[in-house]
Protein backbone atom coordinates (compact mmCIF):
# COMPACT_ATOMS: atom_id res chain seq x y z
CA UNK A 1 0.00 0.00 0.00
CA UNK A 2 1.34 3.59 -0.89
CA UNK A 3 1.27 5.64 1.49
CA UNK A 4 1.67 9.86 0.88
CA UNK A 5 2.50 11.38 3.73
CA UNK A 6 2.13 14.88 2.33
CA UNK A 7 -1.71 14.40 2.95
CA UNK A 8 -3.95 13.83 6.29
CA UNK A 9 -3.59 10.05 7.45
CA UNK A 10 -6.94 9.29 6.67
CA UNK A 11 -6.77 10.48 2.78
CA UNK A 12 -3.19 8.90 2.86
CA UNK A 13 -3.77 6.18 0.16
CA UNK A 14 -5.64 5.93 -2.95
CA UNK A 15 -7.90 2.52 -1.05
CA UNK A 16 -8.76 5.27 1.43
CA UNK A 17 -9.89 8.06 -0.55
CA UNK A 18 -12.22 5.44 -2.33
CA UNK A 19 -13.54 4.29 0.60
CA UNK A 20 -14.27 8.26 1.13
CA UNK A 21 -15.75 8.83 -1.59
CA UNK A 22 -17.96 5.38 -1.03
CA UNK A 23 -19.07 6.73 2.58
CA UNK A 24 -20.52 10.13 0.77
CA UNK A 25 -22.31 7.93 -1.68
CA UNK A 26 -24.06 6.09 1.28
CA UNK A 27 -24.98 9.19 2.77
CA UNK A 28 -26.74 10.24 -0.30
CA UNK A 29 -29.08 7.36 0.19
CA UNK A 30 -29.42 8.23 3.47
CA UNK A 31 -30.57 11.61 3.26
CA UNK A 32 -33.49 9.88 0.56
CA UNK A 33 -34.35 7.13 3.50
CA UNK A 34 -34.37 10.41 6.18
CA UNK A 35 -36.59 12.58 3.14
CA UNK A 36 -38.61 9.82 2.32
CA UNK A 37 -39.40 9.91 6.37
CA UNK A 38 -39.91 13.33 6.80
CA UNK A 39 -42.27 13.54 4.14
CA UNK A 40 -44.35 10.88 4.98
CA UNK A 41 -44.29 12.58 8.50
CA UNK A 42 -45.44 16.19 7.28
CA UNK A 43 -48.12 14.87 5.37
CA UNK A 44 -49.25 12.59 8.21
CA UNK A 45 -48.85 15.28 11.08
CA UNK A 46 -52.58 16.06 11.46
CA UNK A 47 -53.90 12.79 10.56
CA UNK A 48 -54.61 12.21 14.34
CA UNK A 49 -57.57 10.57 14.99
CA UNK A 50 -58.65 10.68 18.23
CA UNK A 51 -54.95 10.54 19.74
CA UNK A 52 -52.74 13.26 20.88
CA UNK A 53 -51.37 16.06 18.97
CA UNK A 54 -47.51 17.18 19.01
CA UNK A 55 -48.34 19.88 21.27
CA UNK A 56 -50.06 17.55 23.75
CA UNK A 57 -47.06 15.25 23.94
CA UNK A 58 -43.79 16.83 23.29
CA UNK A 59 -41.88 18.21 25.75
CA UNK A 60 -39.16 20.69 25.80
CA UNK A 61 -36.63 19.68 28.79
CA UNK A 62 -35.80 15.96 27.09
CA UNK A 63 -35.91 17.61 23.91
CA UNK A 64 -33.26 19.87 24.68
CA UNK A 65 -31.15 18.07 26.81
CA UNK A 66 -31.00 15.23 23.57
CA UNK A 67 -29.96 18.24 21.49
CA UNK A 68 -26.86 19.42 23.75
CA UNK A 69 -25.52 15.83 24.13
CA UNK A 70 -25.84 15.28 20.82
CA UNK A 71 -24.79 18.97 19.10
CA UNK A 72 -21.81 18.42 21.59
CA UNK A 73 -21.04 15.18 20.74
CA UNK A 74 -20.27 16.50 17.02
CA UNK A 75 -18.11 18.86 18.47
CA UNK A 76 -16.23 16.39 20.63
CA UNK A 77 -15.74 13.84 17.36
CA UNK A 78 -14.33 16.85 15.62
CA UNK A 79 -11.53 17.47 18.33
CA UNK A 80 -10.83 13.40 17.92
CA UNK A 81 -10.35 14.18 14.33
CA UNK A 82 -8.02 17.14 15.25
CA UNK A 83 -6.06 15.50 17.72
CA UNK A 84 -5.89 12.60 14.97
CA UNK A 85 -4.19 14.79 12.47
CA UNK A 86 -1.73 16.23 15.02
CA UNK A 87 -0.88 12.16 15.49
CA UNK A 88 -1.99 12.57 19.31
CA UNK A 89 -3.34 8.99 19.97
CA UNK A 90 -4.41 9.30 23.91
CA UNK A 91 -6.33 12.69 22.74
CA UNK A 92 -8.36 10.97 19.89
CA UNK A 93 -8.88 8.05 22.39
CA UNK A 94 -10.10 10.28 25.19
CA UNK A 95 -12.58 12.70 22.58
CA UNK A 96 -13.93 9.55 20.91
CA UNK A 97 -14.77 8.19 24.19
CA UNK A 98 -16.38 11.18 25.61
CA UNK A 99 -18.27 11.09 22.18
CA UNK A 100 -19.38 7.72 22.74
CA UNK A 101 -20.67 8.55 27.05
CA UNK A 102 -22.63 11.76 24.99
CA UNK A 103 -24.09 9.32 22.15
CA UNK A 104 -25.08 7.11 24.94
CA UNK A 105 -26.45 9.23 27.26
CA UNK A 106 -28.67 10.86 24.17
CA UNK A 107 -29.93 7.50 23.63
CA UNK A 108 -30.89 6.88 27.15
CA UNK A 109 -33.05 10.59 27.25
CA UNK A 110 -34.32 9.19 24.06
CA UNK A 111 -35.39 5.54 25.50
CA UNK A 112 -37.20 7.80 28.46
CA UNK A 113 -39.20 9.92 25.41
CA UNK A 114 -40.49 6.60 24.09
CA UNK A 115 -41.81 5.52 27.19
CA UNK A 116 -43.52 8.78 28.13
CA UNK A 117 -45.23 8.62 24.45
CA UNK A 118 -46.23 5.18 25.53
CA UNK A 119 -47.22 6.12 28.80
CA UNK A 120 -49.69 9.07 27.62
CA UNK A 121 -51.32 6.40 24.76
CA UNK A 122 -49.36 7.90 22.01
CA UNK A 123 -48.08 3.84 20.69
CA UNK A 124 -46.98 3.07 17.12
CA UNK A 125 -50.95 1.70 16.53
CA UNK A 126 -52.75 5.22 17.86
CA UNK A 127 -52.92 7.21 14.57
CA UNK A 128 -50.68 8.23 11.18
CA UNK A 129 -49.00 10.77 13.37
CA UNK A 130 -47.67 8.82 16.24
CA UNK A 131 -47.06 5.90 13.65
CA UNK A 132 -44.92 8.60 11.51
CA UNK A 133 -43.23 10.09 14.75
CA UNK A 134 -42.45 7.21 16.02
CA UNK A 135 -40.75 5.96 13.02
CA UNK A 136 -38.92 8.98 12.23
CA UNK A 137 -37.27 9.32 15.66
CA UNK A 138 -36.62 5.46 15.96
CA UNK A 139 -34.98 5.07 12.59
CA UNK A 140 -32.90 8.41 14.27
CA UNK A 141 -31.76 6.39 17.53
CA UNK A 142 -31.28 3.26 15.44
CA UNK A 143 -28.71 5.22 13.71
CA UNK A 144 -27.53 6.84 16.30
CA UNK A 145 -27.31 2.69 18.32
CA UNK A 146 -25.49 1.74 15.26
CA UNK A 147 -22.61 4.68 15.18
CA UNK A 148 -22.35 3.70 18.78
CA UNK A 149 -21.31 0.54 18.54
CA UNK A 150 -19.10 0.99 15.24
CA UNK A 151 -16.89 4.05 17.11
CA UNK A 152 -16.70 1.57 20.28
CA UNK A 153 -14.91 -0.75 17.73
CA UNK A 154 -13.16 1.84 15.99
CA UNK A 155 -12.02 3.10 19.62
CA UNK A 156 -11.01 -0.43 20.75
CA UNK A 157 -9.16 -0.69 16.96
CA UNK A 158 -7.19 2.38 17.60
CA UNK A 159 -6.29 0.69 21.00
CA UNK A 160 -4.51 -1.96 19.49
CA UNK A 161 -3.55 -0.70 16.63
CA UNK A 162 -2.78 3.04 17.03
CA UNK A 163 -3.02 5.97 14.01
CA UNK A 164 -2.74 3.78 11.11
CA UNK A 165 -3.93 5.18 7.72
CA UNK A 166 -6.49 2.23 8.15
CA UNK A 167 -7.94 3.08 11.27
CA UNK A 168 -7.62 6.96 10.40
CA UNK A 169 -9.36 6.70 7.16
CA UNK A 170 -12.13 4.75 9.80
CA UNK A 171 -12.23 7.59 12.27
CA UNK A 172 -12.69 10.04 9.74
CA UNK A 173 -15.53 8.00 8.08
CA UNK A 174 -17.24 7.55 11.73
CA UNK A 175 -17.06 11.49 12.35
CA UNK A 176 -18.78 12.16 9.11
CA UNK A 177 -21.77 9.52 9.93
CA UNK A 178 -21.27 11.09 13.34
CA UNK A 179 -21.95 14.71 12.03
CA UNK A 180 -24.86 13.48 9.24
CA UNK A 181 -27.04 11.86 12.37
CA UNK A 182 -26.43 15.74 14.17
CA UNK A 183 -28.21 17.38 10.48
CA UNK A 184 -31.05 14.45 11.05
CA UNK A 185 -31.22 15.85 14.41
CA UNK A 186 -31.54 19.69 13.79
CA UNK A 187 -33.87 18.88 11.11
CA UNK A 188 -36.08 17.10 13.66
CA UNK A 189 -35.77 19.34 16.39
CA UNK A 190 -36.62 22.25 13.93
CA UNK A 191 -39.07 20.92 12.07
CA UNK A 192 -40.75 18.37 14.24
CA UNK A 193 -40.57 19.40 18.05
CA UNK A 194 -40.57 23.18 17.41
CA UNK A 195 -43.14 22.84 14.52
CA UNK A 196 -45.22 20.92 16.74
CA UNK A 197 -45.37 22.41 20.02
CA UNK A 198 -46.80 25.86 18.33
Not at 31 to 53: K, Q, S
Not at 172 to 182: K, P, Q
Request: hydrophobic share 50%; net charge neutral; charged share 15%.
Amino acid sequence: MKVDNSLPLEYSTEENNLKILGFWIFIGAEIMLFATLFTAYFTLENRTGNGPTGADIFEITPVLIETILLLTSSFTIGLAIHAMRLNKKKATMGFFIVTLILGAAFLGVEIYEFTHYVHVGAGLQTSAFTAALLTTLGTHGLHVTLGFFWGLFILIQIKKRGLTPETANKSFIFSLYWHFLDIIWIFIFSFIYLKGMM
